[in-house]
């Protein structure tokens, strides 16, 4: 049983309550002078505990069935104040009751309360007391009833003790959290689901569908889209996961969950919002890091290799082809041994600001490792060779604190059909090293259909490359 603090209060219940036939046939024969023969059947072998009490609250007569349920004998009981069993809280509870009794107000009354069985236990009864005059009219006694409610109480008890748990934890939940009837109309949600969205908790019960989709499509980046996902109804046994971004009252990322849930014969949605924002900024940031060369700043070799891999696939399913350019500083080794590598480092960082504006919007650079770059470029053979003597005039002109100018050399190749990025990165690659074999500063060019195939392969190049 739960403990007294959170345990129910004694109440009046003023219904009928459980006056049976063998109830009524009782007090009928307590009432009727002169057939004592039935009352005493009656309420001997009453299924349910009976007691007459006195004016005075004393235990006149008790059944078998009472003294079992209290944990007393007879002997114990009779002549005993009946608020000496019960529990110190609930002392006296009915003594108003008893006096509407006994001056006419109240024919009868019920009563919920708590006694202390013999052995410790708590008990809760329901208790129907209802006075007894005798023939002159006047008040003789009280009939009373005593029905053990313990385990329904306690059922209540724990009942409540669970939905004050269920409420508690839903409402320290921080996600939206909300149950939808089979029209997806709200029937219970939390106050976080209210917070998500900017909408009054008093009218989150009962909110349909219609209602919610208009409301949250004035939130959102793309309204229509939002609309249609928010309408569009999932299998009936399947989970389902939606992304939404917002943009009132600030922009944000929301995650929806759907499962179904069957509650008896209803086919429920349970539906869980969370807000995402944080982990798509995070993602974002991670991609950032890993795309982006950290001591140069433009695209990093992972980015480059992605995007090989797109226009790879685009140029096989569309046709539309592209170049790449391999770029390589001339006897950077030599920068870096006699200046050291800070210097080297400032330089690697300017070159990268020439190559990065040269590019068009469509175009990509990144850095390839060391002193190497890589471009893809938008456009075919001719394009990708303009933008190379571009770009490698511009560093021929650049000033570098503490070396002054430095020079850079350049493969350029196209892309054919069928081709792989790893095939497409060496021909460029053996391009640079012939431009390097040509006297340095300049750059060498092929297309695919008219590359030498003796052309050979890349070797360890000196440290003047």
Request: proline share 4%; hydrophobic share 40%.
């Amino acid at each position: 049983m739960a403990n007294q603090d959170s345990a129910p209060k004694p109440r009046v219940t003023r219904i009928p309550g459980v006056q049976s036939g063998v109830w009524k046939r009782t007090r009928a024969a307590a009432l009727s002078a002169g057939d004592n023969e039935l009352f005493e059947r009656a309420f001997r072998h009453a299924g349910i505990g009976m007691a007459l009490l006195g004016l005075d609250g004393r235990w006149l007569k008790v059944n078998e069935l009472l003294c079992r349920t209290v944990g007393y004998s007879s002997v114990d009981l009779l002549g005993r104040d009946s608020q000496a069993i019960a529990h110190p809280d609930d002392v006296g509870t009915d003594t108003e009751l008893g006096l509407q009794l006994l001056s006419g107000e109240i024919e009868s009354y019920e009563l919920e309360k708590r006694y202390l069985h013999k052995d410790g236990r708590v008990i809760w009864i329901h208790l129907t007391g209802a006075l007894v005059r005798n023939a002159e009219g006047q008040p003789q006694c009280v009939i009373a009833q005593l029905l053990d409610i313990t385990q329904r109480m306690q059922q209540e008890e724990d009942s409540r003790r669970t939905k004050q748990l269920l409420e508690a934890t839903l409402a320290n939940i921080q996600d939206g959290v909300a149950l939808l009837d089979a029209q997806r109309n709200v029937l219970v949600a939390n106050g976080a689901y209210g917070d998500l969205f900017a909408l009054d908790p008093e009218q989150l019960v009962g909110l349909s569908r219609d209602e919610f989709v208009n409301h949250v499509a004035k939130l959102a980046e793309d309204p229509s889209s939002v609309r249609l996902a928010l309408t569009d109804r999932p299998p009936g046994d399947s989970i389902t996961s939606d992304e939404f971004l917002l943009r009132s009252p600030q922009r944000r990322y929301l995650r929806r969950t759907m499962k179904p849930v069957g509650i008896a014969s209803q086919q429920l949605q349970l539906v869980v919002w969370r807000d995402v924002t944080a982990e798509k900024d995070l993602i974002a940031e991670r991609e950032r890091e890993l795309f982006t060369d950290g001591l140069t700043g433009i695209a990093s070799r992972r980015a480059a290799e992605t995007a090989l891999v797109r226009e790879l696939a685009r140029l096989s399913r569309n046709g539309v082809g592209f170049s790449i350019a391999m770029f390589d500083i001339d006897r950077f080794k030599e920068v870096n041994d006699q200046h050291g590598h800070p210097v080297g480092d400032e330089v690697l960082r300017r070159v990268a600001g020439v190559l990065a504006a040269a590019a068009r919007a469509t175009d990509l650079v990144a850095r390839w490792g060391g002193e190497e770059f890589i471009a893809i470029i938008a456009s075919d053979l001719d394009g990708a060779r303009a933008f190379c003597e571009r770009a490698r005039a511009a560093v021929a002109e650049l000033s570098c604190p503490g070396v002054g100018r430095v020079t850079m050399s350049a493969g350029a190749t196209d892309c054919g059909l069928d081709e792989t990025a790893e095939e497409l990165i060496a021909r460029a690659d053996r391009l640079l090293y012939a431009a390097k074999g040509l006297g340095r500063n300049r750059v060498v060019s092929e297309p695919t259909s008219h590359l030498a195939a003796s052309m050979p392969p890349r070797r360890s190049l000196s440290p003047t490359r």
